[in-house]
Nanobody
Framework: QVQLVESGGGLVQAGGSLRLSCAAS????????MGWFLQAPGKEREFVSA????????VYADSVKGRFTISRDNAKNTVYLQMNSLKPEDTAVYFC?????????????????WGQGTQVTVSS
């Protein structure tokens, strides 16, 4: 069993930055890919980014390419999402998740464990 706790969300003005963290406990995550998803009000959860177990491979949704950067520190069992140039349309609850394999995955079905989410609100 894995427990995931996201942090770092908050209220920021458009153009600003936030850094989300996702700390895992209960089991090491170093062998598994990790992902970030978002869910905006009234919408389904959607993929944001994922990172290979080693950190050497990353995948991004087109909407965040060039603005968001995913990284991980396996020694700390933590994955990060650096979000720059934030836009009002980035407003959502952001979730981290542990993949079933070591390769980055964009489908929700590829993930076993999920955090409770952290709210990100971008004002215009």
């Amino acid at each position: 069993q894995v427990q995931l706790v996201e942090s770092g969300g908050g209220l920021v003005q458009a153009g600003g930055s936030l850094r989300l963290s996702c700390a895992a406990s209960g089991r090491t995550i170093r062998l598994y890919a990790m992902g970030w998803f978002l869910q905006a009000p009234g919408k389904e959860r959607e993929f944001v980014s994922a990172i290979k177990w080693s950190g050497g491979g990353t995948v991004y949704a087109d909407s965040v390419k060039g603005r968001f950067t995913i990284s991980r520190d396996n020694a700390k069992n933590t994955v990060y999402l650096q979000m720059n140039s934030l836009k009002p349309e980035d407003t959502a609850v952001y979730f981290c998740a542990v993949a079933r394999s070591s390769w980055p995955e964009s489908r929700e079905s590829g993930y076993d464990y999920w955090g409770q989410g952290t709210q990100v609100t971008v004002s215009s």
